[in-house]
């Protein structure tokens, strides 16, 4: 499975950004995709996942109301919608992908995720 994350860039606090990922190859079976940042010297956190085969969606409380996620199952592709961006979120985002089916997996722990794209870098002025 290969990814390809897009659309990161500079912004003022407040402003929006929309990031891609497209998921290509060997991509079924897929049980998820998600979103996870990291800030220079902080661990990668989680931002945000899909279910891929119930479209149930989960959030961080830090970017719950703000970010959403969503979806195009024919291009296999998910998208983060960023409102009202803070200089918090600033971060390299990247989009990961599960091909491994867990009984009671949470879909937040990058553990989970097997394939990972190359990162978009989110940079948020105050």
């Known amino acids: 499975v290969q990814l390809q994350a897009s659309g990161g860039g500079f912004v003022q606090a407040g402003g929006s950004l929309r990031l891609s990922c497209a998921a290509s190859?060997?991509?079924?079976?897929?049980?998820?995709m998600g979103w996870f940042r990291q800030a220079p010297g902080k661990e990668r956190e989680f931002v945000s996942s899909?279910?891929?085969?119930?479209?149930?969606?989960y959030y961080a409380e830090s970017v719950k109301g703000r970010f959403t996620i969503s979806r195009d199952n024919a291009k296999t592709t998910v998208y983060l919608q960023m409102n009202n961006l803070k200089p918090e979120d600033t971060a390299v985002y990247y989009c990961?992908?599960?091909?491994?089916?867990?009984?009671?997996?949470?879909?937040?722990?990058?553990?989970?995720?097997?394939?990972w794209g190359q990162g978009t870098l989110v940079t948020v002025s105050s």
């Open positions: 990961a992908v599960q091909v491994r089916k867990y009984l009671s997996g949470s879909f937040t722990d990058r553990t989970e995720y097997d394939y």
């Open positions: 190859g060997r991509t079924y079976p897929m049980y998820a």
């Open positions: 899909l279910s891929w085969n119930f479209g149930n969606t």
